[in-house]
């Protein structure tokens, strides 16, 4: 089983429309939980830290269930610009290293 | 530009020849990280270092990689006796100590195996 998964997507979604994607990690150490945005041909960018009590930044809304050991970012209102691939990575359990899932790719559409 | 660099940005070598890439971190960050990216994947860790101390290293990382960071500056990651399989973006990634999760990446090192 993977340590990180993610749907892949493609999720094509309308301007303006609100998209949601989740993941799950399967090391019930893991500390800390972030989303990471990567663009088609460049390096990854941090988006958000994820936080236990939930967190949000303008139009995007990250929540964790650790429970469930489960991620998700919401992004309302959503741009073209917001078209990327989005990574789901965890920290910790052991490592130092950052873990990543393969992410979701969202196309917004005109 | 003072964030993170990498050279070369490409690298087209030959199956069992050497290679070298080189990080620059951002100047302050104690932490350097190096990673590999594959199409369609996501990052996949290598090893790190705190200054110049090499910390961790993944299962990923076979007998013929090597990483150094000599004088906890720079880095360099050399691949021995290249495998088509080894074709990959290489990333770097710098970070404070304290914040691991807010790590910054390079442009990476595109390297294909012939």
């Known amino acids: 089983r993977k340590e990180v998964e993610q749907d892949p997507g493609p999720f094509n979604v309308p301007e303006g429309a609100t998209v949601a994607f989740n993941c799950t990690y399967s090391?019930?150490?893991?500390?800390?939980f972030f989303w990471y945005r990567q663009d088609c041909r460049k390096e990854p960018k941090l988006l958000m830290s994820?936080?236990?009590s939930g967190n949000e930044d303008g139009r995007f809304t990250a929540q964790l269930n650790r429970a469930s050991q489960y991620i998700s970012l919401l992004i309302r209102d959503s741009k073209l610009s917001d078209s990327a691939t989005y990574l789901c990575?965890?920290?910790?359990?052991?490592?130092?290293?950052?873990?990543f899932g393969k992410g979701t790719h969202l196309i917004i559409q005109p | 530009d003072t964030g993170v660099s990498q050279d070369p940005r490409h690298k087209i070598t030959k199956r069992g020849q050497n290679v070298t890439f080189r990080c620059d971190p951002i100047?302050?960050?104690?932490?350097l990280y190096w990673y590999r990216q594959t199409l369609g994947q996501g990052p996949e860790f290598l090893t790190y270092?705190?200054?110049?101390?090499?910390?961790?290293k993944s299962r990923l990382l076979s007998d013929r990689f090597s990483a150094e960071r000599p004088k906890g500056s720079f880095s360099t990651l050399e691949i021995q006796r290249t495998e088509q399989g080894d074709s990959a973006m290489y990333l770097c990634?710098?970070?404070?100590?304290?914040?691991?999760?807010?790590?910054?990446f390079g442009p990476g090192t595109r390297l294909t195996v012939l």
């Open positions: 990634a710098s970070s404070l100590a304290g914040s691991v999760g807010e790590q910054f």
């Open positions: 270092f705190q200054n110049e101390a090499q910390l961790e």
């Open positions: 100047s302050e960050h104690n932490r």
């Open positions: 090391n019930s150490a893991s500390q800390s």
């Open positions: 990575v965890v920290l910790g359990g052991g490592a130092d290293g950052l873990t």
């Open positions: 994820v936080y236990s």
